[in-house]
């Protein structure tokens, strides 16, 4: 991946997204209450199996693996581009993009 | 006594709403009144947000309830509980998100304060996703000690309680107003305004839900007490700093 590529890889973007589907995830647990209620499943007691809980454990698990995923690629990748431009004299290198407006700009 | 019953169905419905709500007015407000910082660094600062909300969020919450932790640990089913669903918090969700923002940030080289944008989102957010907690009634681990007052709620079990989740709303809806003041600020303070101002109500509020204390307190309070210690003591470190803008 050329450092062009990398820069326009929406890493923080698919990290957001990843983030907020395992957290929809774990909360997947109001509807295993009311799908008990109906009779569908067994009740949800402490931390026993309820309904929906195969849903949710696999909204949690491939959210949950896509999120370490992106995050090792994301520090991979800023590691790499950090590498490849080299310290520049006693500056401290950046990780990741950090141009932040001037004031001027505001 | 008000009935109000369990609809804990709702709780997901209205969790994704709050996220989806808060997501709305934070690219509302920074489409009219722009950004400190460029587009990708403010994806940077959200990706950290998310990922050390979510993180702070799951761990409080788990340990919040710590017999239930202590039993899973005692019987050998930690991982199990680990990977339960429930189990979150929105105290541990702000001090994770600011904590991760803040580590970001540094790794990043954005000197800018950036939770300003996120202020009136999160207002906004948090009152959504508490209707949900107040509709889910006794499914949900939000829910109010018993009390006789006149507009107490009746969640299915005959006994009237609290309704601390709409006590909730109703000061989050103050805090929007008051983080949304149109005055000048310095950079930074209106998030710090809203995090002194609901962790501080968090300490109030959680005296009247039946959790299990620790020194007179539940674990969510003395995080809120954290968080408030590290708010004072980066409010005086930067101090001069703050003072300088304001005459500015």
């Known amino acids: 991946m050329s450092r062009s590529q990398d820069r326009r890889f929406?890493?923080?973007?698919?990290?957001?997204?990843?983030?907020?589907?395992?957290?929809i995830g774990i909360g997947l647990c109001g509807l295993d209450y009311w799908l008990a209620a109906k009779g569908i499943g067994k009740s949800t007691e402490e931390f026993g199996v309820g309904p929906l809980d195969s849903l949710s454990l696999i909204v949690m698990l491939l959210s949950a693996a896509g999120l370490a995923l992106a995050l090792i690629a994301w520090a991979i990748a800023a590691i790499f581009r950090s590498l490849r431009s080299g310290p520049e004299g006693d500056a401290p290198q950046k990780l990741f993009d950090s141009e932040t407006r001037n004031d001027d700009q505001e | 006594m008000i009935p109000i019953g369990s609809h804990p169905a709702w709780h997901p419905v209205l969790e994704t709403l709050a996220y989806a709500t808060?997501?709305?007015?934070?690219?509302v407000l920074r489409a009219r009144k722009g950004d400190l910082v460029a587009e990708?660094?403010?994806?940077?600062?959200?990706?950290?947000?998310?990922?050390?909300?979510l993180v702070g969020s799951r761990l409080l919450g788990v340990a919040e309830q710590w017999p239930t932790v202590a039993e899973a640990w005692r019987s050998g089913q930690t991982l199990r509980l680990l990977v339960a669903p429930g189990g979150k918090t929105i105290v541990g969700g702000l001090l994770g998100g600011w904590l991760a923002v803040e580590i970001v940030?540094?790794?990043?080289?954005?000197?800018?304060r950036t939770g300003d944008l996120f202020a009136l989102p999160l207002c906004v957010g948090i009152a959504v996703g508490r209707i949900g907690c107040f509709?889910?009634?006794?499914?949900?681990?939000?829910?109010?000690?018993?009390?006789?007052?006149?507009?107490?709620?009746?969640?299915?079990d005959g006994i009237g309680r609290n309704p601390v989740q709409i006590y909730e709303i109703?000061?989050?809806?103050?805090?929007g107003i008051a983080v949304s003041i149109r005055r000048p600020l310095p950079e930074g303070a209106r998030f710090r305004i809203f995090m002194a101002g609901y962790l501080s109500w968090r300490i109030a509020i959680d005296f009247f839900k039946p959790q299990p204390l620790i020194a007179g307190m539940n674990l969510i309070q003395w995080s809120c007490l954290v968080g408030i210690a590290a708010l004072a003591l980066d409010w005086t470190l930067t101090r001069k700093g703050l003072h300088e803008q304001i005459a500015g």
């Open chain 1, 10 to 23: 929406p890493f923080a973007k698919i990290v957001v997204i990843l983030a907020a589907a395992l957290g």
């Open chain 2, 105 to 112: 940030k540094k790794l990043a080289g954005i000197r800018r």
């Open chain 2, 40 to 53: 990708p660094q403010r994806w940077t600062v959200l990706a950290a947000a998310a990922v050390g909300a």
């Open chain 2, 135 to 156: 509709v889910a009634g006794l499914a949900d681990d939000t829910y109010g000690k018993p009390t006789r007052l006149p507009w107490a709620v009746n969640l299915g």
């Open chain 2, 22 to 27: 808060g997501f709305a007015v934070y690219r």
């Open chain 2, 170 to 175: 109703l000061f989050l809806v103050l805090l």
